[in-house]
């Protein structure tokens, strides 16, 4: 069983629908805004990047998008897209951060770009921008998906991470145990 570091209470969910970032439905367009490294949560979002020519530092990916199975042509770009330097698996259950998810992304953040990783969550990845935003270095961009709309293109900056924390410290769980698994990784 994965250990639960922090979970979404129902209170803040209407908080994370304001995007943390401009939004794109074109991922050359993105690129072209992004900055490096480039962060990527979700399916969707690593597909079009790939499909663009740009291979993200760490990606992050579950095979769903907005609660149902992405396409094949989705998974199988992904799957076998050669520009992954290593593949790790995180469990991590819907709205919820594990500690194995957390060391994951932590660790792939640190080796990055030298190390461009695939992180495939068993579970949901979809929390994962925040603690992509805070532990990325500032000028590092996080994409992740707006459902319905695109993609969100966040350059991280110190005003992003502190928007981020305040978001992370008002979820139900331990911020003290989030700290130290990100700090030891």
Known sequence: MSDVVLELPDSLRSELKDPLGPLFTDGETLLKEASLPLISVGDVVTYHLITAGHTPAVALTDEQTERAAVDDEIAETIAEHDGFDKTVTAPNPPASLTAELLT????????APTVTTLIEVDGEEDLAALPAIL???????????????????????ENRKREVTAILRAMD????????????S
């Open 135 to 157: 532990s990325a270095p500032v000028d590092a961009t996080v994409v992740y998906g707006q459902p319905g709309e695109g993609m969100v293109c966040g350059v991280v900056d």
């Open 104 to 111: 994951s992304l932590s660790t792939a953040i640190s080796e």
């Open 173 to 184: 769980g331990d911020m003290e145990l989030f700290y130290d698994v990100m700090d030891r």
